[in-house]
């Protein structure tokens, strides 16, 4: 099964801006809709960036504009790239197929402090 880890969160300002990676261990990326979920405690897993095989994107209300999904097949690789980071998006940070195909990493915190 394919095995993914996200990496690149930590703490940081509001305002300030983070790039997340996923790296997988085969190559989920060129074949599934991929997404960034992230999760905060007591509250469910959500879907807040995706994008296509054709690198066409979507993304929640609550980070359009401030989020970009980005995908490098043959790097088995995709990214996040936040900006303008608020207080709000402290959560850790999963990558997945959308829906999810394979286990969840262990994903990657990102604090944001106002």
């Known amino acids: 099964q394919v095995q993914l880890v996200e990496s690149g969160g930590g703490l940081v300002q509001s305002g300030e801006s983070l790039r997340l990676s996923c790296a997988a261990s085969?190559?989920?990326?060129?074949?599934?809709?991929m997404g960034w979920y992230r999760q905060t405690p007591g509250k469910q897993r959500e879907l807040i960036a995706s994008i296509t095989i054709g690198d066409s994107t979507n993304y929640a209300d609550s980070v359009k504009g401030r989020f970009t999904i980005s995908r490098d097949n043959g790097k088995n690789t995709m990214y996040l790239q936040m900006i303008s980071l608020k207080p709000e998006d402290t959560a850790v940070y999963y990558c997945n197929s959308v829906p999810p195909v394979t286990n969840w990493g262990q994903g990657t915190q990102v604090t944001v402090s106002s």
């Open positions: 085969g190559s989920i990326f060129s074949m599934y809709l």
